[in-house]
C-alpha cells in the first residue's frame, strides 16, 4: 500500500486550522502530521515526525512564512513547503519564489485545487494557482520596460515575451499582433540571445528569478 503524504499545517488562524484540518483528513492519500500555531516550533517537530510538505501562511507572529520556508529549505532541502494566504503582493510571490517555494495558493482557493496542489508538490512538481501567476505576471511587465535588466528589449520584444510566458504559441502570437511568425520567430531568437538563455523554458525560468520585480 502506498505511503500517505504527511503534512504538516502552521497557521495561527484557529478556525482555519479547524478546517483545513478537516479538508486534508478527509482524502485518502493525505495524514495530517500535525498542526501548529508557531513557525518557531516547526523544526523542533521535525525531529520528531516525517513531514512531506509544510503548508504555512505567510503573516504569522515571531516567524512569518517567507522566513519559515527559508529556513526549511536550508535545513530540510528534501522538503515541500506550500505557502496558503490571503496575501497576493507580487513583492512577497518574488520572495518566495527566489527562496524556491514549490507552491503558492490564496485561502480562497477550492478545496479540490489545494488537494491537487499538495500532492503535485509531494511528486515532485511545482504548483502556482493561476490567480498568483496572473498577478506576478501583471507586475513582471509593468516594471520590466524600466527595469536595468531590460533596458536593451524594445517594447515589442517585451511584448512577445510576455506573450510567450503566457504560453501563446508562435501563431497564436503572431495574429494577435498582426505580424508574421517568422517575424516572431526572429524576435524570440533575439530574446534567448539578450537574456542569455537556450529556450523558452529558459526565458520563463529567468522572467521568474532574475529581480524583473521590485
Request: hydrophobic share 40%; net charge negative.
Amino acid at each position: 500500500m502506498e505511503e500517505k503524504i504527511q503534512v504538516l499545517i502552521v497557521d495561527d488562524h484557529h478556525m482555519f486550522l479547524d478546517g483545513l484540518s478537516s479538508i486534508l483528513a478527509g482524502d485518502d492519500q493525505i495524514d495530517v502530521a500535525g498542526v501548529l500555531t508557531d513557525a518557531r516550533e516547526v523544526m523542533g517537530f521535525l525531529d520528531t515526525r516525517r513531514v512531506d510538505v509544510v503548508v504555512t501562511d505567510v503573516s504569522m507572529p515571531h516567524m512569518d512564512g517567507i522566513q519559515l520556508n527559508s529556513e526549511l529549505k536550508k535545513n530540510h532541502s528534501k522538503l515541500k513547503t506550500l505557502v496558503l494566504t490571503t496575501h497576493s503582493d507580487p513583492s512577497i510571490i518574488q520572495k518566495l519564489i527566489k527562496g524556491h517555494v514549490d507552491g503558492y495558493l490564496l485561502k480562497n482557493a477550492e478545496k479540490l485545487e489545494l488537494l491537487t496542489a499538495i500532492k503535485c508538490i509531494a511528486g515532485g512538481g511545482k504548483y502556482f494557482s493561476d490567480e498568483v501567476q496572473k498577478k506576478y505576471t501583471e507586475s513582471l511587465f509593468s516594471n520590466t520596460v524600466n527595469s536595468p535588466i531590460h533596458t536593451d528589449l524594445s517594447k515589442r520584444e517585451v511584448e512577445i515575451l510576455k506573450l510567450i510566458i503566457e504560453e501563446f504559441t508562435a501563431q497564436e502570437i503572431a495574429e494577435k499582433l498582426f505580424i508574421s511568425q517568422h517575424t516572431v520567430n526572429t524576435h524570440r531568437k533575439n530574446l534567448l540571445s539578450k537574456l542569455g538563455v537556450k529556450n523558452t523554458a529558459g526565458l520563463v525560468k529567468h522572467a521568474l528569478q532574475n529581480g524583473l520585480i521590485q
